[in-house]
């Protein structure tokens, strides 16, 4: 994806001092740029060059090669032997956020925009809000893990991390399509890397903080810096909306500078749930804020999605909806691919799709669908290569405990390369005899879907609607979805089985895989 963003709005550009202010120029009193770019294979004539360091590679490092290319200026966190102007910063990674931003026209002032962050949660919770403005006739702008739109235009979901160049053309985009709200979900990555200098939000929501890409983060603490990133780029006038059951986001309350909004369901909040009714279908639970209260019915279980409610109820009273058009918006948000997403093909058992890749999101998972289930919990979980070696372990210590019957598999279609991640997880296991290894994911979802008998449940994780294969002549896009859909019709007893039809011929079959 590329790295470089351009400035349409005056013939001589910006002024660099009018974003850096507190920088230091070497070579020159000030530079004007209408384009920047943060890698130097992408650098162009009169670019401004953005030398970052990362874990691949610094950028300081190729200045030479981007000014050769054309870059007229360098923005750097050292000096350089260079005859081009340089601009001294301590962080160039926000600098250019800031830049990126500056260059579109700032979209995210002319937004009410909204940044979801936390460790669970995130993508359902921006769904959600979105859902809610959309009932009160607000036009919406969408960044998600599995969606991107404009108001009514959608785009596909970008194969690469959140980036400031892309993320500065999608908030211009939607400033554009006249939308009124964005509605961003930031992961942790993203925050280190201050992939989100430059904008300004209205609402921060902070879903919880628990232990989580640690291999990236290194340590628990620099994880909990980076979700309080996204409180720092508040408006004077924005608000926080934090979870007051979880213990680590409690216990941050009083390092927010700005008003706040509290969700609960066992701590008395601003905002607090009560559930009311629960089946493996969905649940009802009444929503309660201030004298004002309302039941809700969903088709997402678990109390996860409650907090997911409630996050998004504050959005909407914070933006003066009525709580009759939140719970309007709440409901119309149905089933979101990949999040505790039930498959209903007509069996006698319960399936369920989830991206849970971590032990404490496989851990919600299988609580939430555990308290539905009379019979047996079928749990397949994912060799994940981002995980270390303790959360895999971790990850066997749960599927073990929350489930009674356990399969490790990859996250491709085929065989494991290295058994060393999927033997980690089994060190977990206090009997690893009680786990099957099936390392083709096709395989493994068969066996487990075979095996499950009347009222069990089957949890498959790992994935959520992420493709893990292409498979045929056509290159077809595999999900768990489509395997579960596929064996569940293949092997249904409710109705005779009929000639497919043309269109029915081009839908995947169980048989494409083991062919």
């Known amino acids: ?11 001589r550009g910006i002024r660099l001092r009018d974003i850096l202010p507190d920088a230091k120029l070497v070579g020159a009193d000030d530079v004007f740029f209408q384009s920047c770019c943060g890698l130097w294979t992408d650098c162009q004539t009169d670019d ?67 940044g979801v962050t936390g460790t669970d949660g995130k993508t359902v919770t921006c769904h959600l809000v979105s859902g809610i403005l959309k009932a009160a006739g607000q036009t919406t702008g969408l960044i998600s893990s599995i969606e991107v739109s404009q108001g009514k235009n959608k785009t596909s979901v970008p194969a690469t991390d959140l980036n400031p160049p892309w993320l500065a053309e999608q908030l211009t985009s939607m400033a554009l399509a006249n939308c009124e709200n964005a509605i961003i979900e930031v992961p942790s990555t993203a925050l280190a890397k201050r992939c989100l200098a430059g904008v300004e939000l209205d609402v921060a929501i902070l879903t919880n903080i628990r232990e989580n890409h640690l291999d990236f983060h290194g340590s628990q603490a620099n994880y909990q810096r980076a979700k309080l990133r996204l409180l720092e780029k508040l408006k004077p006038t924005g608000l926080a909306i934090v979870n007051l059951d979880d ?24 905002i ?10 969905g649940q009802t639970f009444m929503i309660t804020a201030g004298s004002d209260s309302i039941p809700v019915r969903t088709s997402i279980i678990g109390d996860q999605h409650i907090y997911n409610c409630l996050a998004a109820t504050a959005v909407g009273l ?84 929350a489930a009674d019957h356990v399969i490790i598999t990859n996250t491709a279609g085929g065989p494991l ?51 893990f294969a292409l498979i045929g002549e056509e290159n077809w896009t595999i999900t768990d979805r489509d395997v579960c859909q596929a064996w569940l019709y293949d092997n249904a007893v409710f109705s005779e089985p009929n000639e497919p039809d043309d269109d029915q011929q081009n839908i995947f079959d169980i048989d494409d895989y083991r062919t």
């Open 417 to 467: 390369g290295d058994f060393e991640p999927a033997h980690q997880i089994l060190d977990g296991f206090e009997d690893p005899g009680k786990a099957q290894l099936i390392p083709n994911r096709f395989k493994a979802i068969e066996w487990a879907l075979t095996h499950a008998k009347p009222d069990d449940a089957v949890i498959i994780a790992g994935c959520g609607e992420r493709p």
């Open 272 to 281: 607090t749930a009560r559930q009311i009714d629960c089946s493996a279908g």
């Open 1 to 11: 994806m590329s790295t470089q963003l351009y400035n349409t709005n005056t013939d």
């Open 48 to 114: 401004l060059f953005v030398a970052i360091m990362d874990s691949e590679q610094d950028g300081h490092d190729f200045t030479q090669e981007a000014i050769a290319r054309g870059a007229t200026a360098v923005v750097t966190e050292r000096l350089l032997t260079t005859h081009r102007p340089q601009c001294l910063v301590n962080d160039s990674r926000e600098a250019y956020g800031k830049i990126c931003q500056a260059l579109a026209g700032n979209p995210s002032r002319r937004l009410n925009s909204i």
């Open 247 to 270: 213990p680590k986001t409690h216990f941050l309350l009083s390092k927010i500078d700005r008003p706040v909004l509290t969700i609960g369901i066992k701590q008395e909040a601003d």
């Open 318 to 401: 914070a933006q003066g909806i009525e709580i009759e058009n939140i719970a309007r918006g709440l409901e119309s948000v149905g089933q979101i691919p990949g999040r505790l997403e039930k498959i209903e093909c007509g069996q006698d058992f319960g399936v369920w799709i989830d991206s849970a890749r971590s032990s404490g999101q496989l851990a919600n998972a299988i609580r939430s669908i555990r308290q539905h289930t009379k019979g047996n919990v079928w749990c397949l979980c994912s060799i994940d290569e981002n995980h270390s070696q303790r959360e895999r372990q971790r990850l066997g210590e749960i599927a073990e405990r």
